[in-house]
C-alpha cells in the first residue's frame, strides 16, 4: 500500500472525496448523487447506527436491491467499525433463517415485503429502507462525521455469503486491510479512472458487485447501478449513461450481443469488458467485439476467499486466448501435486495462492477454515488452497483447468467438463452449454442452449473429443438454467435430467 493510502473501506470513498468531491459517485434509475453527497450520507448512516446502538465489530445485514442507498449503507456501516453483511435479495426462508443465526447481526434493514418476511424468521430488529432513509437524510442535512475513533486494519469490514459443496451458504471473513488491497491491485491492472463509467448489473450481495463500488472510488469513476433495469432496456441505459467498463458473466453477455444485434443505434462507448463467474465462449468473445468496436474483453479468474487471483492484461487480451491472466500485483500462485509440492510449468495440479489478498476464513467456521486457509511451513504465510486446478506456463501466466467438482474420470481418462462445455460452444448454433459429470449410475451428459437437434450436437462433439469425452446424453433446452451468479445451476439440471429420465 503507499504513502497516504488508506487501509479502510470508507477510506476510499474519501480519497475520491479529495479527489473528485463533485464527480458524480453512483446513480440508479431514480437519480445520482456526487462524491461528496455520498460521503455525507454515509457519515449519517454511521450515526444512525451509533444512535441504534451498533457498536464496533457488530454485524449489519441487508437484504435490498441494488440501488444507491445500499452503497450508502456499505460506507456507513464500514465508518462505524460495524461489518457489513449483504444478503441476496433472492435468497428465500430456508437460508435466511440459517444466515442469520450464523451471523448474529445487531440489526437488519430491507425493503417492502422482505420485512415482514424476516421478521418471522429471527428475533434481530428488522427495519424498513424507506424510514431509515428518511432518518439518513434528516440527519445528513445537519451534517457532521462519524467515524469509529478504534478501527483496526484487520478488522472485518464485511461478511460475503457464498454458496458451495455446503448445505448452507457460508460467509467468507473479508477485513477491511485485505479489501483494500486486494481492491487496489485489481485497479491497477485495469486502470479504472475518472471519466468511466462503470455498469453494474448486479447484487452488491455477490463480490463482483460489491467490488465494483470500492474500484470506482479508486478510479473515481461513476458507478451505475442497473439491478433494476428491464433486459430490454439494458443497450440503452448503457448509451443514455455513456457506459465505458462493463462486468459480464456468460449470460448476460450473451443478452447483451443480442440486443445490440437487434439494435441499429451507435454502440455505447464501452472500452473495457471484465468476465468472471464462468468462461465466456470465443464466439461470444468476437461478437462483443463486433458490438463494441476497440473494446478489451479481460478474462480474470477468483474466489470470494481472496477476491481475485488473475488478470491478463487488457492490452494483452487477444493473447494466450486459453489463459484467465497473471497473479496479482503483489500476490502468487502456485501449482501442487499431490504430494504438496509444487510442479513443473505446464502440468496441472491445485491451485494454490498466497499474498495479502488471502482472507482469513469462514466466519465461524473452524473446520472449513483449517482445510482451505492453510499456513505455508516454510514461511508461515496464509495460503489458500482454492481446490481448483490448473497449471502456469514458464511466463507465469494461469490456465483454469476446472474446480474440483469439474474434474472426473471416464472410461480410464481423465477430463473436465470445461473442455466439453468449450467444445459444445464452438458449435455454430450453440449459444452456452452445461456438462454434468458421470454420477449415481447415469453417464455423462451435456445441455445445450440451441435449436439444433441432440444427435447433431453428439455428432459434432465427436468431430472435436476424443471418444471417452463424447455425452451419452444430449438435452436442448431453449435457456439454461443458471445460478445468480450466472453459472450452470447443475443441481437443477440434474434434477431437470432425472425428471426426463424417469419411466
Same mark, same amino acid.
Given at each position: ?7 479502510y ?10 479527489e ?13 448523487w456526487t ?5 455525507g450520507?454515509?457519515h449519517?448512516?454511521?450515526?444512525w ?26 460506507? %456507513?456501516?464500514?465508518?462505524?467499525g ?7 435479495? %433472492? ?12 451471523a448474529?447481526?445487531?440489526l ?61 451458504p ?10 483494500t488491497f ?16 462503470v455498469?453494474?448489473?448486479?447484487p ?22 442497473? %439491478?433494476?433495469e ?24 450473451t ?7 437487434r ?7 464501452v472500452?473495457?469488458?471484465t ?22 474483453v479481460?478474462?480474470?479468474? %477468483? ?5 481475485r ?28 501435486g ?14 494454490v ?29 496464509p ?7 490448473g ?5 507465469g ?9 469439474d474434474?472426473?474420470?471416464r ?11 468449450a ?17 449415481d449410475?447415469r ?13 447433431v450436437?453428439?455428432?459434432?462433439l465427436?468431430?472435436?473429443l ?22 450452470n ?9 432425472q425428471?426426463?429420465?424417469a419411466?
Amino acid at each position: 500500500m503507499g504513502h497516504g493510502e488508506s487501509p479502510y473501506v470508507h477510506g476510499l470513498l474519501d480519497e475520491a472525496l479529495e479527489e473528485t468531491p463533485e464527480r458524480s459517485a453512483v446513480r440508479d434509475t431514480a437519480g445520482r448523487w456526487t462524491y461528496r453527497q455520498l460521503a455525507g450520507l454515509s457519515h449519517a448512516f454511521a450515526r444512525w447506527l451509533r444512535d441504534h446502538g451498533v457498536g464496533h465489530g457488530d454485524r449489519v445485514v441487508t437484504q435490498l436491491p441494488t440501488r444507491r442507498e445500499a452503497v450508502a449503507l456499505f460506507y %456507513g456501516t464500514s465508518r462505524r467499525g460495524a461489518v457489513f453483511v449483504p444478503l441476496n435479495p %433472492g435468497m428465500k426462508e430456508f437460508h435466511l433463517a440459517s444466515v442469520l443465526d450464523n451471523a448474529e447481526p445487531a440489526l437488519v434493514v430491507t425493503d417492502g415485503s422482505r420485512a415482514q418476511r424476516l421478521r418471522a424468521v429471527t428475533r434481530v430488529p428488522v427495519y424498513d429502507l424507506a424510514s431509515v432513509w428518511s432518518e439518513v437524510e434528516a440527519e445528513a442535512a445537519r451534517g457532521g462525521s462519524e467515524d469509529h475513533p478504534g478501527i483496526a486494519p484487520d478488522d472485518v469490514a464485511s461478511l460475503v455469503y457464498t454458496s458451495g459443496s455446503t448445505a448452507t451458504p457460508k460467509a467468507v471473513i473479508c477485513p477491511h486491510a485485505q479489501m483494500t488491497f486486494v481492491s487496489r491491485a485489481i485497479r491497477e491492472e485495469l486502470g479504472y479512472r475518472p471519466d468511466d463509467v462503470v455498469f453494474c448489473r448486479f447484487p452488491l450481495s455477490w463480490d463482483y458487485g460489491l467490488y465494483k463500488v470500492l474500484l470506482s472510488c479508486l478510479g473515481s469513476s461513476e458507478l451505475v447501478l442497473a %439491478g433494476d433495469e428491464s433486459d430490454l432496456r439494458l443497450l440503452h441505459r448503457m448509451r443514455e449513461t455513456g457506459t465505458t467498463v462493463m462486468p459480464i458473466v456468460p449470460s448476460l453477455a450473451t443478452m447483451i450481443v443480442k440486443l445490440a444485434e437487434r439494435d441499429p443505434g451507435p454502440p455505447p462507448p464501452v472500452r473495457l469488458i471484465t468476465n468472471t463467474g464462468a468462461a465466456l465462449p470465443p464466439a461470444t468473445i468476437e461478437a462483443l467485439r463486433a458490438a463494441f468496436p476497440g473494446v478489451r474483453v479481460v478474462r480474470q479468474f %477468483g474466489q470470494t476467499e481472496c477476491k481475485r487471483v488473475s488478470i491478463m492484461p487488457p492490452e494483452q487480451d487477444r493473447e494466450r486466448p486459453a489463459s484467465v491472466g497473471r497473479p496479482l500485483p503483489g500476490t502468487s500462485v502456485s501449482i501442487l501435486g499431490t504430494d504438496g509440492r509444487p510442479v513443473p510449468a505446464g502440468e496441472v495440479g491445485e491451485i494454490v495462492v498466497t499474498g495479502p489478498h488471502v482472507m482469513p476464513g469462514y466466519w465461524r467456521s473452524p473446520e472449513l477454515t483449517a482445510r482451505t486457509f492453510r499456513r505455508d511451513e516454510r514461511t508461515g504465510e496464509p495460503r489458500l488452497h482454492t481446490g481448483d486446478y490448473g497449471s502456469l506456463d514458464a511466463d507465469g501466466y494461469l490456465y483454469f483447468e476446472g474446480r474440483r467438482d469439474d474434474m472426473f474420470k471416464r472410461k480410464g481418462i481423465r477430463m473436465s467438463t470445461l473442455e466439453i462445455e468449450a467444445a459444445a460452444t464452438d458449435i455454430p448454433g450453440v449459444r452456452a452449454a452445461a456438462v454434468l459429470p458421470p454420477a449415481d449410475g447415469r453417464d455423462l451428459a451435456v445441455f445445450v442452449e440451441s435449436e439444433l437437434a441432440p444427435h447433431v450436437i453428439l455428432k459434432e462433439l465427436a468431430e472435436r473429443l476424443e471418444p471417452q469425452k463424447v455425452p451419452a446424453v444430449c438435452r436442448v433446452v431453449t435457456e439454461l438454467l443458471l445460478t445468480a451468479h450466472g453459472k450452470n445451476a447443475r443441481r437443477a439440471l440434474t434434477a431437470m435430467l432425472q425428471e426426463t429420465d424417469a419411466p
